[in-house]
């Protein structure tokens, strides 16, 4: 058995120390890809807590050892889809004076690559497969399983995300 | 080609920053409240800590809508009307506060406003939920009347009951005491470099379960940097406290002092310019970066579409009339500035 196994393993018997280091060796990826769905830090981070106390409180329940990453990845994406929504119609917080820092933000947001952008701005359904295929690396069949979608679907969303991508870097080099 | 656009898009994606010791933090809080709770199913989970891209809390009182006030304001170029000066002091001034609201006899928890991914404004309601049904209407057209009075037409008006859905998680006894020790240390500290000279700002320490970490700010025309890092790790060792990590930044106080003069400006642009229809901006920023104070515009039309250099002009001319207006100072004025408004496809428009 791999150590990331044994990890795993340990984690799911509510071991504290052994999730801490899987989240130490995800960390990362998770808040790239909750930064693509909300655009903006603070949310990106609140989505990876999130993220991680679900999966914290729930770990023992992963069956396979071999899904942990796939089983991870589907919890993220289900927060961050459902925090979007809820951000729609929900509620605001207040901060004090934070609009200069906010608006600076803004600025360097403005000044990345025009790929990302191009990422952050796809729907939701395209974003998420081409996320989890080329960012995550995982199969089309994994992808189905965690999106529960026919492989098929699952083929096509990436095939219109990818055209789609293309399609709008072409545009802004025009 | 799949391989390599995979590899693009990693590399695209790597380059969003981690804030890092935020991140440690989230991790950790995520850890410490799923070690506490019991492990129930189907537990409703709450989000709380949420800040959108810009999102001002309006909470300065003022009754400068007041009746009296009125022919007063409506003289006023549109921008000048969010901002004040008394006493050579400059200050911005919320179109409306939890204050205003108050005054006119509703209990209002809060007020906020937000302009990303839409334009709105949320004011919270206290109380029970029948009286947030009573007065909900009228709240709402009190605010919309506000907004309205001083020609701020591109924000929706949200009245939602506050129920403490929302709110931060109280401090445990943990949390008090790494504030406790982060207070002292901070106070040992620069307490200790400005008694031996050092041109040092400030030294805001952080301590929690994920970090322990200074950063300092220093003038920057301080170079004795190895120094104050030796007094400071005695200062620490003293305290036994363990191992810091210290990071120095420069900071030009010509800069700064710029910086805060220049603050009330930026909050009137930002909180004007995209409040109403007309200007179509969508986001405001600045940079100190180079001698002149850039303040861009981004707005959400194209650059081929007809109209937008009238637009980039029309807003231009609208910042340098409130910039030159008699109740801006001198100071202000003086700073060099320069005006960029960028379509939508990021091209320059005036």
Redesign the interface.
Known sequence: MSVHEDKIKKAKKGN?KA??DL?EGE??KL???A??YV?????A??I???????A???I?NLKEVNYFSTWLSKILINTAID?IR???KN??????????T??????Q??D??D??KE?EKLDEHYKTV??L???K?LSVKQIAEILNCPEGTVKTNIHRA?NKLRLEITK?CL | MEDS??S???Q?????K??ES???T??E???K???K?P?T?GKK?L???????????I?IGSGFFSPAMADVVSKLPYLNQLFQRTNETNKFVPFISSFDLQKAGYNIT?V?V?YH?KKEV?V?VGGTKQYYNKVKTDVEQFTIDKLQSIGMDALKVNV?YDDD??RQPQETKEDKEYIRQSEDLQKAIMEELKLQNYGILSANVRINQTEKFIPLEVLVTENRVTEMKKIINDIINKKKLGKFTIEVNKIDPENQTR?QRW?PI??TL?TGMMGRKEYQVI?????MESSAILL?F?VSINSKDPGAHRLGEKIKGEVNKFIHSDMIGKTVQNDPYKIVV?SK??KEIN
């Open positions: 504290k999730f801490q989240m960390k990362y808040f790239r890809i930064y693509l655009k903006n830090e603070n949310d981070l609140d990876v807590q999130e993220t991680i106390y679900k914290f409180i729930s023992r925090f809820k951000d729609k509620v605001v917080v207040p901060i004090d004076k934070l609009e200069v906010l608006i600076k933000n803004e600025q947001i403005e990345r690559l790929l990302l990422i081409l996320i295929r080329y960012y690396d990818v802004e | 656009l995979s693009i898009i990693k695209e994606i790597d380059t969003i981690i804030p935020k991140l440690n989230a991790i809080n995520a850890i409240k799923g070690h709770m492990r199913f989970i989000y709380y800590s949420t800040a959108a891209v810009i999102l001002f809390t909470f809060n906020s937000r991914p949320w919270f939602v859905n929302r910086e603050s930026f909050s930002a986001s405001f920023g600045y940079s861009n981004k960028l496809d990021n």
